[in-house]
């Protein structure tokens, strides 16, 4: 079974600053997703990482994969206060009829 | 515009009700998927289907039903037999062969009364 887990649940950071958010899975995967969620609203499709060493950057986001590690990572430069929403890492496990399967999120809070 | 439909925005169901959320979508896509998502928690998949007339359980089916009798629509029901029903619900298309992205619509909030 599929598991995906996202670490930190939670972060506050100051403008300006950089942070790393970490998204580990538990089997091979086709593609992995990196989804940005504002409260009560729905999702807004970030990245998409289809192979090893994908990298993708848009604006301040940047997006990485290890498909060895199973790791991904978003990377944040300069943190803006407009960038506070919970971000999801979703993951399509091989074989799984593209099922995206999602991590718990992590809310980050970027304070002025 | 093409995308996807969700209606209604705000649902709220009695004890012992059924309930029908409905998802349009305009965009020709063959895979549909209803997800639940819980307060601070990701998204958990209820059910999808990759072709008209045909659907798979996701991961926490029990106490929903939902069909595919056209491709751009694909209801779900919420049965009284779902206990805790109170969420935010996100239906999601793609298209099989083509490119990769997910397409999600604005979401239905259930609450029980």
């Known amino acids: 079974e599929l598991k995906v887990e996202q670490n930190p649940l939670f972060l506050s950071m100051q403008e300006g600053k950089n942070y790393t958010i970490y998204c580990n899975y538990s089997t091979t995967s086709d593609r992995l997703y990196w989804y940005r969620q504002d409260p009560g609203k729905s999702l807004e499709s970030l990245f998409v990482l289809l192979s090893n060493g994908a990298v993708k950057q848009e604006g301040r986001l940047m997006a990485s994969l290890d498909t060895k590690a199973r790791l991904s990572t978003l990377h944040i430069t300069a943190a803006v206060h407009d960038l506070s929403a919970t971000y999801f890492c979703?993951?399509?496990?091989?074989?799984?009829?593209?099922?995206?399967?999602f991590g718990t999120g992590t809310r980050l809070q970027v304070t002025l | 515009d093409g995308g996807i439909t969700q209606s209604p925005k705000y649902l709220f169901r009695k004890e012992g009700q059924n309930v029908t959320l409905s998802c349009e979508q305009n965009?020709?896509?063959?895979?549909m998927y209803w997800y639940r998502q819980d307060p601070g928690q990701g998204l958990r998949l209820i059910y999808y289907s990759q072709i008209v007339n045909d659907f798979q359980k996701g991961d926490i089916a029990e106490g929903y039903s939902v069909s595919r009798e056209k491709k751009e629509s694909f209801p779900l029901t919420v049965t009284s037999a779902q206990k805790n029903p109170t969420a935010f619900y996100l239906c999601?298309?793609?298209?099989?062969?083509?490119?990769?992205?997910?397409?999600f619509g604005s979401g239905t909030r259930l609450t029980v009364v």
């Open positions: 979703a993951v399509v496990g091989t074989g799984t009829a593209s099922k995206l399967t």
């Open positions: 965009l020709n896509h063959d895979a």
């Open positions: 999601a298309s793609r298209e099989l062969a083509g490119p990769y992205g997910y397409t």
